[in-house]
């Protein structure tokens, strides 16, 4: 069973303050791991792709990779109210699967509080 | 267009009806996936189509469920005798990357079509 976990939250956070969302994932294989940004009735937008262990920086934004502890995370520094949105893990899997196994969390819902 | 384009943006329909819900992807892109998210839900995925090749249904719920996608672009999926349980907005998404490389996630997705079943 590929399973893609995340906190649902809500997780608040201050103004200003880092954000810090997690993501573990069942399958030591997986290669690509995405974070999809989904603000209230709209579609996700993608926001970070990693690839290989460590941290991949982005303007606020870091993306951090450990594949032997299966866990990929995010986090927003100088958080924002615009930053206020439902953050999606996506991991995907090499064992096959749909969409080349691309599967996606449920979600964590995050509130920055002015 | 710029980006993906679905259409309708939401559709009320009864049970027992047949419903039609159509992508028009990032013109270029030969990966093209449905997916559908259910209020509170994450994404289910669907279908997968790449280029002209067979698409993958492994997602597909159930029989009523088909998709085609015409020409390497346009898709459509059609939901048969529309159930209750079938209500959520559906996601189109396109790639340039195809399947099997690292940034095959990379997708964009459509605003969705809302679904709704009475």
């Known amino acids: 069973q590929k399973e893609v976990e995340q906190n649902s939250g809500p997780l608040s956070v201050p103004e200003g303050a880092i954000a810090s969302l997690n993501c573990t994932y069942s399958?030591?294989?997986?290669?690509?791991f995405f974070w999809y940004r989904q603000y209230s009735g709209k579609s996700p937008e993608l926001i970070m792709s990693?690839?290989?262990?460590g941290d991949k920086e982005d303007g606020r934004f870091t993306a951090q990779l450990n594949k032997a502890s299966q866990y990929v995370s995010l986090l927003i520094r100088d958080s924002q109210p615009s930053d206020s949105a439902t953050y999606l893990c996506?991991?995907?899997?090499?064992?096959?699967?749909?969409?080349?196994?691309?599967?996606f969390g449920k979600g964590t819902h995050l509130i920055i509080q002015p | 267009g710029a980006g993906v384009s679905q259409s309708p943006s939401n559709k009320v329909t009864e049970k027992g009806k047949d419903v039609e819900l159509r992508c028009d992807p990032i013109?270029?892109?030969?990966?093209l996936y449905w997916y559908r998210q259910s209020l509170g839900q994450g994404l289910e995925f669907l279908i997968y189509?790449?280029?002209?090749?067979?698409?993958?249904k492994s997602g597909l719920p159930s029989d009523r469920f088909s998709a085609e996608r015409t020409g390497g672009s346009v898709s459509t999926l059609t939901i048969q005798r529309t159930q209750q349980e079938d209500s959520a907005v559906y996601l189109c998404a396109s790639s340039p990357h195809t399947r099997g490389v690292l940034n095959t996630g990379e997708l964009f997705f459509g605003e969705g079509s809302r679904l709704t079943v009475l």
């Open positions: 399958d030591r294989g997986s290669q690509s």
């Open positions: 990693i690839y290989s262990n």
């Open positions: 013109s270029g892109h030969t990966a």
């Open positions: 189509f790449q280029g002209n090749s067979a698409p993958d």
């Open positions: 996506a991991v995907t899997f090499n064992s096959g699967g749909g969409a080349d196994g691309l599967t």
